[in-house]
């Protein structure tokens, strides 16, 4: 079960130099209000692994875990992949060089077990996923919560009637202690170590992030949750998550996060893995929001089996950097792929987001939305590889990609790397760049609407087809969201 | 008695301010009243239209304008727009993606004090009411605002706004261009639905045909940015017989 990653790393026609463009990214100008996710509270850790990164602080962490002695040699070698790969700045923007892996914090936690009730949370942390409405979520419309504090899950619980349907819910500390069969059957199967820097980076240093299993034709009703929080100045968060649809199994996942604005450097980098076995559906809703000094370099890759089906729908509001392009190895007949993806860059943001779909078996279908806002100076890049090869039959690939700049200095560039061999296939690919017109936001403004209720209006309207597809309370957040990058960016 | 008073009001283009487009214009209009603007092509009506609601391509060079006695002219053009000054679009703006229900809500709601939220029931039914009486089918609201419309669509949905806005003044620019007889009617049973002493109109069209369904108290010729004639509505009865040239040669031979 080797994925072809051979064929997940950029093509040529990815490669394309940035260098002229990096300039821009060294000084992020910030002005934009991020309340929501902007506080800290101070908290005393138990577990510090410290700044800097060595072989002592893998085992620190595996020592804090206390885990099987496979997972620390699996922790170590991908620390030797880490270093052996170069940052990938020959087609990337080389912001990345900015980040200093010595100065990092890679694990801090209060301990490994998380709390089944919010009551026996500690007070310091519950107060940030309060103020966050996390508890007022799950009694009202979640089967179950994960919610993970720096590098491990302060709070963790799944509804009794999900539980006895035999679902799975739980991170990947406990996961690896308790279910480790399943748990390595699939774990590093999906995105190897060596797929990319950062992949290699999180199969060193991962903590946290979500296990689930969905037993053989268990639907679960409601969405499980997770919810990712940055609260330490200097920390690497770097969750590993994966979710396994057994045969005919439903399951929907919603993930957010957010961090306080720091004036240094985050880094979140974390690795997900879906597998959706025959049949299975998985849906995978993020919700981006980081604070705009994090590197957001997430690796996230599903491998959907005969007739499966799985869904990314990525929204990136927040960070400085984020590169994400969530992908479906379309390994079994009839199998389907879905990303829908919407990024909003503003002032000292790059978003660099997109989709990889991989066919590698007969009659699959894959489909790629994509949509963009650059505001002010904010750079959205879209990067799309969908392969297709010669030896299959009846695949299908629709992609379409559509920018909206806000202003005559906002940035949007498409690298879609197609490559479709065979002449059974059916492939389409459009690509629109539209910019709010002068004359739009006048009408609007005629109408009575401020500049800024306008800008969001016209924004919520260019993304509105794609979050009517949203549960109905995360298009309600991701519309406010909007509002409040709006409200920043004009006057 | 609300007016809006125009004061030896001069508008050129933002880009080329010395070159002006309207040149002296003053013009007062009071709600109860319909004052209907004619003139040639390319003689400043859209211009004065625009220039009133606060277009950033135009600016006043002098003169000014006054609803109700204070000046308009530093304001934002949404601080106009709420203050009850309305412009019925020659040429509409799409908005992809956003319905006209929800577009006509959130004008609605900028309306409201800060923390007052809009009843929904209560705007549906308004706002359906106002649709049955323009003979607007009700699928229409879930359409995105002009995008795709035929022209007669885009001056209804005008229409439609204004009614559901209740502007003290509106400014209707052209706004019978492009529609056929039955939509024009449609279009000026909505102007004179809303008729009376809390409505005043200034009504910019190039034929008399609009004046047979919204009969005007006051007809004024426009040309070369100046109001040059003022009468009452035979005046356009006069034009539609003479044509734009007997004011040309009016004017040379004064």
Request: glycine share 8%.
């Amino acid at each position: 079960m080797k994925p072809p990653s051979d064929l997940l790393a950029p093509p040529d026609a990815l490669l394309e130099s940035e260098a002229d463009t990096s300039v821009a990214m060294e000084n992020p100008t910030v002005g934009i209000d991020q309340t929501a996710g902007d506080f800290t509270y101070d908290v005393k850790y138990a577990y510090d692994a410290g700044s800097g990164l060595s072989e002592d602080t893998i085992r620190y962490i595996s020592d804090v875990k206390k885990e099987a002695s496979w997972i620390l040699d699996f922790r170590l070698k991908a620390y030797q992949t880490f270093l052996s790969k170069p940052m990938p700045t020959h087609w990337a923007t080389k912001d990345l060089e900015n980040i200093d892996f010595n100065k990092i914090r890679y694990y801090l936690s209060q301990g490994t077990k998380p709390k089944r009730t919010w009551d026996e949370v500690p007070d310091d942390i519950k107060k940030t996923f309060e103020r966050l409405g996390i508890p007022e979520q799950e009694r009202k419309f979640l089967a179950g919560v994960e919610a993970q504090f720096d590098s491990e899950a302060a709070y963790s619980n799944v509804k009794d009637i999900v539980a006895k349907q035999g679902v799975i819910f739980c991170n990947s500390t406990e996961a690896l202690r308790e279910h480790p069969e399943l748990f390595r059957k699939w774990f590093g199967k999906v995105i190897p170590t060596g797929d990319n820097k950062f992949s290699a980076l999180n199969s060193a240093v991962f903590s946290g992030g979500s296990f689930i299993y969905v037993p053989k034709g268990v639907k679960v009703a409601m969405p499980l949750q997770a919810y990712f929080r940055i609260n330490a100045e200097n920390f690497g968060q770097f969750e590993r998550t994966l979710i396994i649809a057994d045969e005919g199994a439903e399951v929907t996942y919603m993930e957010g996060c957010t961090a306080p604005k720091f004036s240094t450097s985050t880094l979140h980098s974390a690795v997900v893995e879906l597998v959706a076995l025959k049949g299975a559906k998985i849906q995978y809703i993020t919700v981006q929001n980081w604070a705009n000094n994090v590197f957001n370099l997430v690796t996230k890759r599903a491998i959907a089996m005969e007739d499966a089906e799985v869904k990314w729908i990525d929204c990136n509001i927040g960070s400085r950097l984020t590169m994400k392009y969530p992908g479906v190895i379309l390994k079994g007949k009839r199998a389907r792929g879905e990303v829908i993806s919407i990024a909003l860059a503003n002032d000292g943001q790059h978003q660099v987001t997109g989709a990889k779909m991989v066919h590698a078996a007969d009659d699959t279908t894959s489909v790629i939305v994509a949509k963009s806002i650059s505001v002010g100076q904010g750079r959205s890049t879209y990067r799309g590889v969908v392969h297709i090869p010669k030896h299959l039959k009846g695949c299908k690939n629709n992609t379409e990609c559509d920018a909206l700049l806000i202003n005559s200095n906002s940035r949007t560039d498409t690298y879609p790397a197609i490559v479709v061999r065979g002449d059974t296939h059916a492939v389409q690919h459009e690509a629109s760049v539209s910019k709010i017109s002068e004359d739009m936001i006048f009408y609007m403004q005629q109408r009575g609407l401020t500049e800024a209720q306008a800008m969001s209006l016209a924004v919520n309207g260019f993304v509105n087809d794609l979050v009517r597809q949203f549960p109905m309370e995360y298009s309600v957040e991701l519309k406010r969201l909007i509002d409040l990058e709006m409200e920043g960016s004009v006057g | 008695m609300p007016s809006l008073e125009i004061r030896d009001l001069f508008v050129a283009l933002s880009a080329t301010p010395d070159k002006p487009i309207v040149k002296g214009l003053t013009l007062t209009i009071r709600t109860g009243e319909v004052h209907a603007i004619m003139g040639p092509n390319g003689t400043g009506k859209s211009t004065l239209s625009k220039a009133i609601a606060g277009h950033p391509d135009y600016v006043i060079t002098s003169g000014d304008v006054l609803l109700d006695g204070k000046s308009i002219l530093a304001m934002e053009p949404d601080q106009r727009a709420r203050a009850g000054i309305f412009l019925a679009f020659q040429y509409p703006s799409e908005i992809p993606g956003v319905t006209i229900a929800n577009f006509v809500r959130a004008a609605v709601q900028a309306r409201l004090a800060e923390g007052e939220d809009l009843d929904a029931t209560a705007y549906y039914k308004r706002l359906y009411s106002k649709m049955d009486l323009l003979k607007i089918d009700r699928k229409f609201t879930s359409r995105a605002v002009n995008e795709g419309f035929s022209g007669g669509e885009k001056k209804r949905c005008e229409i439609l706004q204004m009614a559901m806005l209740e502007p003290t003044f509106a400014l209707m620019d052209e706004t019978d261009s492009g529609l056929d007889i039955d939509a024009l009617r449609i279009v000026a049973e909505g102007v004179e639905a809303m008729r009376g002493d809390k409505f005043g109109v200034m009504l910019i069209t190039h034929y008399q045909r609009l004046l047979d369904y919204i009969v005007p108290d006051f007809v004024h010729v426009m040309y070369d940015g100046r109001i040059v004639k003022s009468g009452d509505k035979s005046l356009a009865l006069e034009l539609e017989a003479k044509g734009y040239d007997w004011i040309k040669q009016e004017l040379a031979t004064a």
